[in-house]
């Protein structure tokens, strides 16, 4: 099956600690997003990808990191500068960024919570 | 003011009735109007996409689109209890960047 996975589902960070949510995909999308969503705000972006070793900063760039090694993966990096980081993260893919009108489709979600 | 507003609900409808839900937005620019519908602890899957203003319809699905009074509405007939969820309209201006409203739950009642 196509599709668009994230790991873990539930993460943990202690206070000063780094933590790194995974997100895969198989549809052989070029571009590759990074969104937070807290409850009442809608999703908000955080890096975006349009090609392999490249990547933008979105809306609340802040406090993460994200790397684009391969084309099937786009992993996230909470720091320690993020002050807040309790929400739910959201990946997901495109076919092309740059073009109007394509679709995004988002993987299951990873919650995480501040110990 | 936010460029795209929604009511956050909770919208409680019986088992049946029409579900209606609306957004509004600032920008004139945008030029693709999106639907989400968003399962508890679930990523959002797209619902509906529309281009232009008018209707689309899908089923049990209607989007409208209006953009002279910048007004999005997404219609659900014969609601069923699994129409429960979150949905979430988005906009899109050019470059593929979307823009989300904050979401109106809903809840169909047996």
């Known amino acids: 099956d196509g599709g668009i996975t994230q790991s873990p589902k539930y993460l943990f960070r202690k206070e000063g600690q780094n933590v790194t949510l995974s997100c895969e995909q198989n549809l052989n999308h070029d571009a590759m997003y990074w969104y937070r969503q807290d409850p009442g705000q809608g999703l908000r972006l955080i890096y975006y990808?349009?090609?392999?070793?490249?990547?933008q900063k979105g809306d609340i760039a802040e406090g993460y990191s994200v790397s684009r090694e391969k084309k099937e993966s786009f992993p996230l990096t909470v720091t320690s500068a993020q002050k807040n980081p309790t929400a739910f993260y959201l990946c997901?893919?495109?076919?092309?960024?740059?073009?109007?009108?394509?679709?995004?489709?988002f993987g299951p979600g990873t919650r995480l919570l501040v110990l | 003011q936010k460029e795209v507003e929604q009511d956050p609900g909770p919208l409680s409808v019986p088992e049946g009735a029409i579900v209606s839900l609306n957004c509004t937005y600032s920008n004139s620019a945008f030029q693709y109007f999106m639907w989400y519908r968003q399962y508890s602890r679930k990523g959002p899957e797209l619902l509906m996409y529309t281009y232009s203003s008018g209707n689309k319809e899908d089923g049990r699905f209607t989007a409208q689109v209006d953009k002279s009074s910048k007004y999005i509405s997404l219609f659900i007939r014969d609601s069923q209890p699994s129409d429960s969820a979150t949905y979430l309209c988005?906009?899109?201006?050019?470059?593929?960047?979307?823009?989300f409203g904050g979401g109106t739950r809903v809840l169909v009642k047996p």
């Open positions: 988005a906009v899109e201006a050019a470059g593929n960047k979307l823009t």
């Open positions: 990808s349009q090609i392999v070793n490249d990547f």
């Open positions: 997901a893919s495109s076919i092309a960024r740059g073009l109007a009108g394509e679709t995004q489709y």
